[in-house]
């Protein structure tokens, strides 16, 4: 095993292997890797990720991480706080307990475990624009005495366009399924015909550590975190911001709108700032995840990649009055991230998490 063991585990429990996209260059993946792997070792497992690695893919990655920086069109500055931001990335995810390395292509090369655990994450989304139809995800050469998925999920695949028998063949092989999604439940629900259960995300089923107490923020911000916001989206966050004095922080991608820009921040800074933001505005499925976290306002609006997550999240917890429409009252947002989370949502992600842990109580036995 290579990497720093964050959560020692010294248990006789299963030896479990983590599969999912921990090398994809944003903070979702970090956190939702890490906090399942935690999750899983606080269970008693001796959980690792399973390090599968592609020269293709790590290209894929890099070049999106870094298409953000267009020469002249932000300060140069900022277009070296993207690469300081995947520098630091790379580095913490290398600090997670991992397998030896292998080729994502060459599965049969990885180590056998009792338990192989597939998601989260877009893990069986087959039009991910370079993951997508990759079998190892669905199973396809896995050494593993029993295959389990968590809160997997289809991505922007939708169901409308069902699943091929050939997809469903391998789903089949997991002696227990469950997804993040309404999207998703659809989808294997349709090819299995049988009933697969929602569960939570692992930022929400398994929260971080809260981050070190730095007391109040010494000057109240709104967090923004996403890109390539609606021009009305941005009107109305920046509206709502100054009439209460707020300032914009933009962490993770330059938004010109936004007062300060914090693009080179670590996933423990990331986690920090919107733990300590006064309200959030977002367009990432993860935004909203740590929003519902830290039971902060927030507003999100939908765009064509991400529709499916976010709007099956918003829904589950029952939190749509927060998803922000082009004929939205101009009002809703000022109500959004002006007014404290609705106690009926935190009582439904509470629902929500009691549920998960029933399913892994029996997923995992």
């Known amino acids: 095993m290579k990497g720093r ?3 020692k585990s010294t248990s006789d429990g299963p030896m479990v292997g983590v599969l999912t996209f921990h090398r994809c260059v944003n903070y979702g993946s970090y956190w939702q890797a890490r906090c399942l792997l935690e999750g899983l070792r606080n269970r008693g497992a001796n959980a690792i990720i399973l390090d599968h690695d592609s020269s293709r893919i790590k290209a894929f990655e890099w070049r999106c991480a870094l298409h953000h920086v267009p020469v002249g069109s932000i300060p140069s500055r900022d277009r070296l706080c993207y690469v300081l931001k995947l520098l ?3 580095s913490a995810r290398a600090k997670l307990p991992q397998s030896r390395r292998f080729p994502l292509e060459q599965a049969p090369r990885m180590e056998e475990f009792d338990i192989v655990v597939v ?3 877009e ?5 991910h624009p370079w993951y997508g139809g990759c079998r190892l995800f669905f199973g396809a050469g896995v050494s593993a005495q029993r295959l389990i998925s968590y ?5 922007n695949y939708d169901a409308n366009g069902g699943l091929d028998k050939v997809w469903a063949d391998y789903l089949r092989r997991f002696s227990a399924v469950s997804v993040r999604d309404l999207n998703s439940q659809r989808i294997v629900t349709s090819a299995l015909e049988s009933s697969v259960p929602l569960v939570l995300d692992p930022c929400l089923q398994f929260p971080p550590r809260p981050p070190r107490e730095t007391g109040p923020p010494k000057i109240p911000f709104l967090a923004i975190y996403g890109d390539k916001f609606s021009k009305t989206f941005v009107q109305r966050v920046r509206r709502f911001a100054r009439s209460r004095n707020l300032r914009l922080l933009s962490v993770g991608y330059h938004n010109s709108w936004a007062d300060t820009q914090r693009i080179s921040a670590s996933p423990e800074e990331f986690a920090s700032i919107m733990a300590n933001a006064t309200c959030i505005a977002t367009n990432f499925f993860h935004g909203c995840i740590f929003a519902l976290k830290n039971r ?3 507003v999100t609006e939908l765009s064509t990649y991400r529709r ?3 709007l099956g999240l918003i829904e589950q917890v029952g939190a749509e009055k927060h998803l922000l429409a082009e004929d939205s009252p101009a009002r809703a947002c000022e109500r959004c991230l002006g007014e404290p989370l609705d106690p009926d949502v935190s009582t439904r992600i509470d629902a929500l998490r009691a ?4 399913y892994l109580d029996h997923a995992l036995q």
Do not use: E, Q
Not at 151 to 155: E, I, L, P, R
Not at 355 to 358: G, T
């Open 355 to 358: 549920r998960s842990n029933s």
């Open 308 to 310: 499916n997550k976010i």
């Open 88 to 90: 630091k990335l790379s």
């Open 119 to 121: 998601g989260s994450d």
């Open 151 to 155: 809160a997997a999920s289809f991505g």
């Open 123 to 127: 893990v069986w989304n087959l039009t």
């Open 296 to 298: 902060k306002p927030f």
């Open 5 to 7: 063991d964050i959560h």
